[in-house]
């Protein structure tokens, strides 16, 4: 009886991982829809190459960022709102210091990567908001000021 109830619950297990991995096939009515997004350092400048990208709302967005400097540390930090919150989520992170200047308290954050150094990457899952404009941000300090955001244009 026993080894009954672990078989049926092992299928359901599977059934589970199987439906989770087709999800980016399209077709299935919106449901499972993703999109992929590619952002990389715009060398050694303190900017990202994509000033803006867009994605659908309520889609399931798969970003890798890659830090393609080689002397500084990035991350992309993206904010639930325009520039006053990118603001505030910066000071907050300066608050927060190293090593990953990123605020415990993630109310103003939709998503983040850790802090990269030099040549590494992070691939990063959030859902996308409603429809609206959204900061991205570098939060190491003196970065974002310095001109590292762009901005999340969520489409209906
Ligand atoms: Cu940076």
């Known amino acids: ?34 999109t992929t997004i590619q952002i990389a350092t715009d060398g050694e400048n303190l900017a990202y190459d994509k000033k803006e990208f867009t994605v659908p709302a309520g889609q399931t967005i798969t970003l890798t960022f890659k830090n393609t400097s080689t002397a500084q540390q990035h991350n992309i930090v993206i904010v639930k709102g325009g520039e006053d919150v990118a603001a505030k989520v910066d000071e907050e992170a300066i608050n927060a210091g190293p090593p990953d200047y990123l605020p415990a308290n993630r109310e103003n954050i939709i998503a983040a990567t850790k802090m990269l150094g030099p040549g590494a990457s992070e691939t ?3 859902t996308a908001p409603g429809p609206g404009t959204y900061y ?4 190491y300090p003196a970065h974002y000021a310095g001109g590292m955001w762009g901005v999340m244009k969520v489409s209906s």
């Open 136 to 139: 991205y941000i570098c939060t």
């Open 124 to 126: 990063i899952t959030f």
């Open 1 to 34: 009886m026993k080894t009954h109830r672990f078989w049926m619950l092992a299928v359901a297990l599977l059934a589970v991982f199987a439906m989770a991995a087709c999800g980016g096939g399209g077709g299935g009515g919106g449901g499972g829809a993703s």
